[in-house]
């Protein structure tokens, strides 16, 4: 059924929208996990550089995009494959149903599906599925909880307040295109405890999960940082542009465990902020 027209987040059912963000999650995985570890065909989109797509992606967004339209045929939706369906609604539905292509095609389990809503331009409720591992992380208004093979866990960040003790995730140094914000990363990297490379969003999980206290990336998309927002700042954390601003929309882009990191991190990558 289908739901009458819905101004405000006063006006929403959080239940439903678990719900819906399980249902859609679920139809995603039927058709990314028939080709995770597969022999399967890879699409560039660049004409110069790699920026892979399969028809995992493809198919899995439109799978996502028809749960959400049964339930709300007013809202709009953005999607990273299909063209952006924009309505007057204040609700945006923004849709990556493979983060990590790279890493889907490689074998790799950091890759996820994120499915976020958002009011106004900013996100307030979000899932990430790693269906490979049966993981289901979500952010609603209140709570941010994993679900995995029947079980449900509360999410909490790391207590850890000092940058000398952090670990810090980023996908790659080679994210960071500008001199000036390489230069940036890197000496935030020279100040923490560990670094890693290569965890998609995946590395977001993490950090919401209490086992990082840093993911810092560049030239993000809403798309690729939509859904772990709500996620993140539910179990504890923040998460902003590097000038401290609202990061829906994606571009440079610090999560933090805490006010303390965040603080610490901000101060260096801040003088390399472009937004």
């Not at 739901?3 to 929208?17: A, K, Q, V």
Request: hydrophobic share 40%; with cysteine; aromatic share 8%.
């Amino acid at each position: 059924m289908k739901n009458p027209r819905i101004e405000s987040t006063e006006d929403l059912d959080f239940d439903l929208i678990h719900r819906i963000l399980l249902e859609a999650s679920e139809k995603a995985q039927d058709i990314t996990l028939k080709y995770f570890r597969k022999t399967i065909d890879v699409e560039n989109k660049l004409q110069s550089g790699f920026d892979p797509v399969t028809a995992a992606d493809k198919e899995a967004e439109l799978a996502i995009r028809a749960v959400i339209a049964n339930h709300f045929p007013d809202h709009s939706i953005f999607g990273e494959e299909w063209d952006n369906k924009e309505t007057n609604s204040p609700f945006s539905w923004i849709i990556d149903p493979i983060d990590g292509t790279r890493a889907f095609i490689c074998g790799l389990p950091v890759w996820g599906t994120l499915i976020a809503l958002t009011y106004q331009g900013e996100a307030i409720a979000g899932l990430m599925s790693q269906p490979h591992i049966g993981e289901n992380f979500v952010g609603l208004p209140g709570k941010s909880f994993l679900t995995r093979n029947g079980t449900h866990s509360d999410l909490r960040t790391s207590g850890v307040k000092e940058l000398g003790q952090a670990n810090l995730f980023t996908t790659s140094p080679r994210i960071f295109s500008r001199a000036s914000s390489l230069a940036a990363y890197d000496r935030l990297e020279n100040n923490v405890k560990l670094a890693r490379y290569g965890l998609d969003c995946y590395a977001y999980a993490m950090l919401a999960s209490g086992h990082g206290e840093l993911v810092v990336e560049e030239d993000l998309k809403n798309v690729d940082i939509a859904a772990m927002i709500p996620i993140i700042e539910q179990a504890g954390g923040i998460v902003s542009t590097w000038s401290g601003k609202q990061a829906s929309n994606g571009g440079q882009i610090i999560a933090a465990a805490n006010e303390e990191i965040h603080r610490a991190a901000l101060e260096v990558l801040a003088p390399a902020a472009i937004d």
